[in-house]
């Protein structure tokens, strides 16, 4: 059996290649060096006839060594690349142009092997991933055949086990061989997390999470319109016991499915969020502007101010408010920030904070070291508002200081793009998470960076990190994965440095998010898992879909919730089963319906329209159950909508407007909040 370091050890020896003799065997797109990290193209010449032959293996003469090397190199990298490129050739025994031309044309290879971060590879690589590629096809009957298709190959890739089946693989495998292999190694259907989860369960009774009834206590759910009488009347026999029931009113009072009012943007909206003391919501935008709303009234909203972002590219990514709510940074895909004051008088532009200056070297001064260019994924303040804190596409942590204007620290802490960062206590500047596509989250010490080494690190996602959140206790926290999974991670968890360097993980997801469904049968539970609660159910496609804890104040902290691709919001107990969800595509759709937006549509027709929405994130307000919405539509409209969810009670009355704490029910407003005019083609006047 391999081991842990076999499995993920780049440098493996591969068979002897006539390359020249200054390049380096070493330099695998894995991890790439730092002579690479200009991100320069490589130029690749022909190889001679004398190597082409050379290069063509018979798979019956297969090492356990170049199987290894098959595993932990290139190809296990760029597979999707060049299975593509297999695929042009035909598959099975339609395949009959010769295995020379598909193994040695040096033009083609280049172009579709490449690594994950954009590196092109070094000409002994290509060579290198020429010969595993003859690994993928055998001759039968003078013909060459291709071995394994598309998903056959995928499935090799997940499976930890891969490496112990080729290593007694020295004999021809037949593709019956192969699929009875693939039948008795199937995923086990009870491999999912137990529902419900015995840790969540024993939080949810510890009071970290809300407050329970006691034993003995009706087990029946009260509807909160007694729970409020009983309050009212005085039923509770002392100071705890009130306590306790209007913990356990919040607790009730779910945001329904029903809009209070949906804000209709012509771009995408991708994120936004309340603040702390829930009096203002920003929400950013594809158009580069960032929209900010009075919501001292939580029922009744009044826009007061928008910014921009100058250099912005593609969208805004992420924005974060100072700990005293006076300012708002906001990124996008380049290496400025903007920090823009909240306060309305304030007409000035914002400032621009340039995060591509050396460390230690103020934003305006020159330096020896190259000004490289990156997009930043995420962005967050620190507790005493000094410094911000951001993750980058560069595969780095940057801290910021504000006052000075200087990087402080760039830390390239992860082996591919940064999504998520955030502070462990929103009143310590100390401890902070990084959360990457490697599918780690790493735990910084934010006064020991500078050896560049993580103080722990969480392992448990299978795919990538879209988004983390921490309670704000220093303690818990919680992130989104590509994996369709969310998870509950406790900080005395987290794995020590040297034993995560010990398990040596490299993980190279092949599953793309954007455009690809994920395959439950391809989901299983890693090893290492160091989680205390795993969460499912919910879509995490297209886009970095964000996950949130429920505040304090308007929930009793009982809760987590997500955006999902599906068009949803997921609310979960902590002990992983779903405490409800909310249709924000369908109540969405019909409030832009009721405006006139689809006048070629019947209501009935609202679910066959192109109008299917991705929730990317959420907010639930910090001292009313109501929950803001930011999503947008994946059709070819991409068009924009923030939709506001407030609880009611179920046996209510349809509310209106003249209802108390509803006033704009249904209503469908433009981003400065007056009604929708749409034209007789749907679109806004």
């Given at each position: 059996?391999?081991?842990?370091?076999?499995?993920?050890?780049?440098?493996?020896?591969?068979?002897?290649?006539?390359?020249?003799?200054?390049?380096?065997?070493?330099?695998?797109?894995?991890?790439?060096?730092?002579?690479?990290?200009?991100?320069?193209?490589?130029?690749?010449?022909?190889?001679?006839?004398?190597?082409?032959?050379?290069?063509?293996?018979?798979?019956?003469?297969?090492?356990?060594?170049?199987?290894?090397?098959?595993?932990?190199?290139?190809?296990?990298?760029?597979?999707?690349?060049?299975?593509?490129?297999?695929?042009?050739?035909?598959?099975?025994?339609?395949?009959?142009?010769?295995?020379?031309?598909?193994?040695?044309?040096?033009?083609?290879?280049?172009?579709?092997?490449?690594?994950?971060?954009?590196?092109?590879?070094?000409?002994?690589?290509?060579?290198?991933?020429?010969?595993?590629?003859?690994?993928?096809?055998?001759?039968?009957?003078?013909?060459?055949?291709?071995?394994?298709?598309?998903?056959?190959?995928?499935?090799?890739?997940?499976?930890?086990?891969?490496?112990?089946?080729?290593?007694?693989?020295?004999?021809?495998?037949?593709?019956?061989?192969?699929?009875?292999?693939?039948?008795?190694?199937?995923?086990?259907?009870?491999?999912?997390?137990?529902?419900?989860?015995?840790?969540?369960?024993?939080?949810?009774?510890?009071?970290?999470?809300?407050?329970?009834?006691?034993?003995?206590?009706?087990?029946?759910?009260?509807?909160?319109?007694?729970?409020?009488?009983?309050?009212?009347?005085?039923?509770?026999?002392?100071?705890?016991?009130?306590?306790?029931?209007?913990?356990?009113?919040?607790?009730?009072?779910?945001?329904?499915?029903?809009?209070?009012?949906?804000?209709?943007?012509?771009?995408?909206?991708?994120?936004?969020?309340?603040?702390?003391?829930?009096?203002?919501?920003?929400?950013?935008?594809?158009?580069?502007?960032?929209?900010?709303?009075?919501?001292?009234?939580?029922?009744?909203?009044?826009?007061?101010?928008?910014?921009?972002?100058?250099?912005?590219?593609?969208?805004?990514?992420?924005?974060?408010?100072?700990?005293?709510?006076?300012?708002?940074?906001?990124?996008?895909?380049?290496?400025?920030?903007?920090?823009?004051?909240?306060?309305?008088?304030?007409?000035?532009?914002?400032?621009?904070?340039?995060?591509?200056?050396?460390?230690?070297?103020?934003?305006?001064?020159?330096?020896?070291?190259?000004?490289?260019?990156?997009?930043?994924?995420?962005?967050?303040?620190?507790?005493?508002?000094?410094?911000?804190?951001?993750?980058?596409?560069?595969?780095?942590?940057?801290?910021?200081?504000?006052?000075?204007?200087?990087?402080?620290?760039?830390?390239?802490?992860?082996?591919?793009?940064?999504?998520?960062?955030?502070?462990?206590?929103?009143?310590?500047?100390?401890?902070?998470?990084?959360?990457?596509?490697?599918?780690?989250?790493?735990?910084?010490?934010?006064?020991?960076?500078?050896?560049?080494?993580?103080?722990?690190?969480f392992v448990g996602h299978i795919e990538g990190i879209t988004h983390i959140d921490s309670k704000g206790d220093g303690r818990y926290i919680l992130s989104n994965g590509k994996d369709q999974s969310m998870k509950l991670w406790d900080l005395r968890m987290a794995i020590s440095t040297d034993r995560f360097r010990s398990i040596g993980l490299r993980r190279i997801p092949t599953f793309d998010y954007r455009w690809e469904k994920f395959r439950e049968v391809d989901w299983?539970?890693?090893?290492?898992?160091?989680?205390?609660?795993?969460?499912?159910?919910?879509?995490?496609?297209?886009?970095?879909?964000?996950c949130h804890f429920s505040p304090p104040s308007s929930s009793d902290s009982r809760y987590v919730y997500s955006g999902s691709a599906s068009g949803q919001i997921f609310i979960w107990n902590m002990d992983a089963t779903l405490a409800g969800k909310i249709d924000v595509e369908t109540s969405i759709m019909h409030s832009l319906a009721n405006a006139g937006r689809f006048p070629q549509l019947r209501m009935t027709d609202l679910l066959y329209s192109p109008w299917n929405?991705?929730?990317?994130?959420?907010?639930?307000?910090?001292?009313?159950?109501?929950?803001?919405?930011?999503?947008?539509?994946?059709?070819?409209?991409?068009?924009?909508?923030?939709?506001?969810?407030?609880?009611?009670?179920?046996?209510?009355?349809?509310?209106?407007?003249?209802?108390?704490?509803?006033?704009?029910?249904?209503?469908?407003?433009?981003?400065?909040?007056?009604?929708?005019?749409?034209?007789?083609?749907?679109?806004?006047?």
């Open positions: 059996m391999a081991t842990d370091e076999e499995l993920s050890n780049p440098e493996v020896t591969v068979p002897e290649q006539s390359v020249d003799e200054t390049s380096s065997s070493q330099d695998m797109p894995w991890e790439p060096s730092e002579e690479d990290d200009d991100y320069e193209d490589e130029d690749v010449t022909d190889n001679n006839d004398d190597e082409d032959e050379e290069l063509m293996i018979d798979p019956d003469d297969m090492t356990e060594q170049l199987l290894q090397d098959f595993i932990g190199g290139g190809l296990f990298a760029n597979i999707n690349a060049i299975i593509e490129d297999l695929e042009e050739y035909g598959s099975g025994e339609e395949l009959d142009h010769g295995i020379e031309p598909l193994i040695s044309d040096d033009v083609e290879l280049i172009m579709v092997s490449t690594d994950p971060y954009g590196h092109d590879d070094e000409p002994d690589s290509i060579l290198t991933s020429q010969r595993r590629l003859a690994i993928l096809v055998e001759r039968e009957h003078g013909n060459p055949r291709v071995l394994l298709s598309r998903e056959q190959i995928q499935y090799l890739l997940r499976r930890e086990d891969i490496l112990e089946h080729l290593k007694h693989s020295n004999q021809h495998v037949s593709r019956h061989e192969f699929e009875r292999w693939v039948a008795s190694h199937r995923p086990d259907p009870n491999r999912f997390p137990k529902v419900p989860s015995k840790v969540g369960r024993r939080l949810m009774d510890s009071g970290t999470f809300g407050t329970n009834q006691l034993p003995g206590e009706t087990p029946r759910r009260i509807a909160p319109s007694l729970r409020i009488l009983g309050r009212e009347l005085g039923l509770a026999r002392n100071l705890a016991e009130r306590k306790k029931a209007e913990r356990l009113l919040l607790q009730s009072m779910l945001p329904k499915d029903k809009t209070d009012v949906t804000i209709y943007f012509r771009e995408p909206v991708y994120s936004g969020q309340f603040s702390r003391d829930g009096n203002f919501y920003f929400a950013c935008g594809a158009d580069f502007r960032v929209r900010l709303y009075d919501t001292s009234n939580p029922y009744s909203w009044k826009h007061y101010k928008t910014v921009s972002h100058p250099w912005a590219q593609w969208t805004l990514t992420d924005a974060s408010l100072s700990p005293d709510n006076k300012w708002l940074a906001y990124t996008s895909l380049s290496p400025s920030v903007c920090l823009a004051p909240t306060d309305p008088n304030d007409k000035g532009d914002p400032y621009t904070l340039d995060l591509s200056a050396s460390v230690g070297t103020a934003g305006g001064a020159t330096s020896d070291e190259p000004r490289l260019r990156f997009g930043i994924f995420s962005v967050r303040f620190s507790g005493d508002g000094r410094e911000l804190v951001t993750g980058t596409n560069y595969r780095s942590i940057i801290v910021y200081d504000i006052e000075t204007r200087t990087p402080l620290h760039k830390v390239k802490g992860h082996d591919a793009d940064v999504n998520a960062v955030c502070f462990a206590d929103i009143s310590s500047p100390h401890i902070l998470y990084s959360g990457s596509d490697d599918s780690v989250i790493k735990v910084w010490d934010r006064r020991s960076m500078g050896d560049r080494r993580e103080a722990g690190a299983f539970e890693d090893k290492n898992d160091n989680s205390a609660v795993t969460f499912r159910g919910h879509d995490v496609l297209q886009t970095l879909i964000r929405m991705v929730v990317r994130d959420a907010s639930w307000h910090p001292n009313v159950p109501a929950i803001a919405t930011s999503a947008w539509s994946t059709g070819g409209m991409r068009e924009g909508a923030i939709s506001l969810h407030t609880f009611q009670e179920p046996r209510d009355p349809t509310p209106t407007k003249d209802d108390l704490g509803c006033p704009n029910v249904g209503a469908c407003v433009t981003e400065k909040l007056q009604p929708c005019r749409f034209s007789v083609t749907g679109r806004d006047a």
